[in-house]
Every structure is written in C-alpha cells, then in structure tokens.
C-alpha cells in the first residue's frame, strides 16, 4: 500500500523551527458535545466481562466503548483464545458472550490438556504496539483456568516490545511457576509482517496457585503499574482467594501511576467480579487480598448486564483547554463528579485557575475563563496527570 504526502506537507514537517502568525481562537458562545468512551476502562471492562461469563447463555453488554487500535487488538486477542465472541448492537454498544467450548478446551476440560497432559494446542495473538493489552494479558495467559487447555501462547507484537520493561511481571509469575515467559525473535504468523518480537508463554496448572498465608506473588511497582491491574484482574479470575505484595511502597498513593491501580479497583467493584482488601503488610509493601465473587451480581439480575464506560478525560482535556482559552461555554455529556480517572485532577485545576466547573444531569457544564485568582498559589502536583500535564502548560501565562 502506497501513501502520497506532497512535499509542503514534508517540508513543513521536517523543518528545524516554525514562526507562528497571530490568530484568534473562536468557539460558539456555547457547544454540547460527547466524548468518546476511556480507553484504559473498555479495555479493563472487556477483559473481566470475557473472564467471568460462565455460560454461553450468559451476556454482558459494554456501553460507549472505545474504539481503537488498542481495544480491537484486545478484542481479536480474547476472540483468539476463545475467551469471548462480540458483536456490536444496533445503537453501537458491545455485547459480550462466552463461547461454547472448542474440541481441545473439551478434551482439556476431561483432564487431558495442561501442563500435566499431553496437550499439543498452540495459539497465535498479535498485540501490534499495544503496551496495555499485552500487559493485561500476561498474567492471564499465566493464571486463568479458563486456558489450562493451551499448551502454549505466542504472543506477536512490534520488534521494540521487547525492549520495553517486562522484568517485573516475568520475575513475579517464574517466582510462583506461574509460568515462563521467553522473548524470541521471528517472522508473524498472525499478520503480513516480516520481523516481530515473539513471546511465549508456557502456563502452569493453575492448582499450583492455592491460597495460603504468605503472599502468592510479590512484584515491585516500577516498570508498569499495568502488570500490577493485569495481577489484580487475572487472580480475580480464580475460583480461590489469593493475595500479593508489592514492594516498596506502604501506600496505593506511593504506586507510580497510581490512579491507573485505583481504576482497576474501581471497575472490579463495579462489575462485582471480586473484592479486593489493601492493607499495609511491612515497612516496606502493601498487600492485596483478592476475593473472587462466585456469582457476579450482573449475571443474576438482567437489569444490570450492561455497564457504561466513562468518556476520556485525556481526550476531553483539548476541548476543555479550547474552551478555557476562547472563554466559552461547554457542556459534555455523561461526565460525572466522581470518575476514576486520574485526569479528573485536570478538570479540578482549570477550576482554581478560573473556570466555572458544573456537574448536573450527568453532564459537565464548563466555562472558561481567562482571570486568573491571584489570592491562590498557583503550584500544582501534576504527578499523576502525566497525560494532560503538557495540554496544561499552554494554558500557563
């Protein structure tokens, strides 16, 4: 495939510095608008809907997913497996259901697959460049009894996957014989692509994860806090409690990207797939206990099959910094007070900065300003906002 991009368009791209003509940024007194649907809870919410379907009978539907490059890959990863099967519904939401059985997830099922059988199934996933799916992934493959069946997973993704920081979750799951995960380089199978990073996976019998008083697995918090929400949801997959340190730290606030942990948190209590208890268990780690639900509560009543993801406040941070510097009215819709996204702390900022900031009736009424309170320090911990950080730097004077 042959793309042409004419030569302005290169020139302007590859220049050394740009000069800037003055304009006038101009937006409607007032505008309603929807913002598309987070990225990292659809992604959450696919995984553990595909996990804790126990029946083919059974369906969860996801309303206002996100569609990206990154939830297609996690979709067609899942489908891959034989997780899940999705279709799309006639008002664009996604409806999740747990597949009948393949021949050799049945001959599994009858003892003769795992790591103590004679199990020759081989699966192929392509994750692309997608850093969270493959990270959600790994300690599934690992742990989910649902794919004891598989003698091996290969996971194909971009060549400079490899490079990037695996060393925590990799020694966390050959700590527990979780499994082993090998790096090696070769050519796709699962798409047109002439080089790709392979990893594969191995798993153990998940009956070598029984629950006890010492902590099943310890990871540390550096590298990804995705392996940490990858653990989280993986164990709540189990059909037994289990637990898990991690080092270095004695409180969620002290977890790198921390907001992203709590968000995970947040979606399992939502979908009532487990509850998880974090407590202080030395100086130096916090532990997490981890209690599966037998029986989630949106599988027995029908009026709860269905979960809304939150819109994006990354991707609602650029018309709020419009509207912030044009000074106008905006109302975006399904936005509530109480997200658990840690870009919310974006919204607050404008806030103090001198926008009017109004939740009502499911939606966000903001008006921008450009007066600034000078009775505030004006010093801001921008620790966890690591997406909209730079969108706030333009608004600074």
């Not at 994750?127 to 003698?151: D, E, H, M, Q, Y």
């Not at 310890?218 to 059909?239: D, H, V």
Request: some cysteine; hydrophobic content about 45%; overall charge negative.
């Amino acid at each position: 495939v042959f793309a042409f991009v004419d030569e302005q368009t290169i020139c302007t791209a590859l220049a050394h510095s740009y000069k800037l003509a003055k304009f006038r940024l101009v937006l409607p007194h007032k505008r309603a608008m929807r913002v598309p649907g987070s990225k990292s809870i659809t992604n959450r919410a696919i995984l553990l809907a595909a996990l804790h379907l126990n029946d083919p009978t059974e369906s969860i539907t996801l309303l206002h997913v996100l569609v990206s490059e990154d939830t297609t890959l996690m979709i067609q990863a899942l489908k891959t497996l034989n997780l899940a099967v999705f279709e799309w519904t006639d008002e664009g939401h996604l409806r999740v259901r747990r597949p009948p059985p393949l021949a050799e997830e049945r001959r599994g099922q009858e003892g003769v697959a795992g790591v103590s059988g004679n199990s020759q199934c081989e699966k192929h996933v392509y994750v692309g460049n997608a850093g969270t799916v493959i990270r959600f992934l790994i300690p599934v493959c690992c742990l989910s009894p649902r794919l004891k069946w598989v003698r091996k997973i290969v996971v194909e993704s971009c060549v400079r996957m490899a490079e990037r920081p695996f060393a925590q979750i990799f020694e966390s799951m050959n700590a527990k014989q979780a499994g082993t995960l090998v790096w090696v380089h070769g050519t796709a199978r699962s798409v047109q692509n002439d080089r790709v990073a392979i990893l594969e996976i191995t798993p153990f019998a998940p009956s070598l994860l029984e629950a006890s008083d010492d902590a099943s697995f310890e990871i540390s918090p550096y590298g990804s806090s995705q392996f940490i929400s990858g653990l989280l949801m993986a164990l709540a997959s189990l059909e037994s409690p289990s637990v898990f340190l991690v080092k270095h730290v004695q409180r969620l606030e002290d977890i790198p990207s921390y907001p992203f942990v709590q968000m995970t948190l947040d979606v399992l209590q939502r979908m009532q797939v487990a509850t998880v208890r974090v407590s202080v268990e030395s100086e130096t780690s916090l532990k997490f206990s981890i209690h599966p639900t037998a029986a989630p509560g949106w599988q027995d009543e029908p009026c709860t099959r269905s979960l809304a993801i939150e819109p994006d406040l990354t991707a609602a941070s650029y018309p709020l910094a419009f509207a912030m510097m044009t000074e106008a009215e905006l109302i975006l819709s399904n936005m509530s007070a109480h997200s658990c996204q840690g870009d919310k702390a974006f919204i607050d900022i404008l806030a103090r900065l001198g926008a009017s900031v109004e939740y009502a009736n499911s939606s966000l009424y903001f008006r921008g300003s450009l007066q600034r309170r000078s009775d505030e320090d004006m010093a801001f911990d921008l620790t966890h906002i690591g997406d909209t950080f730079m969108t706030l730097a333009v608004l600074a004077p």
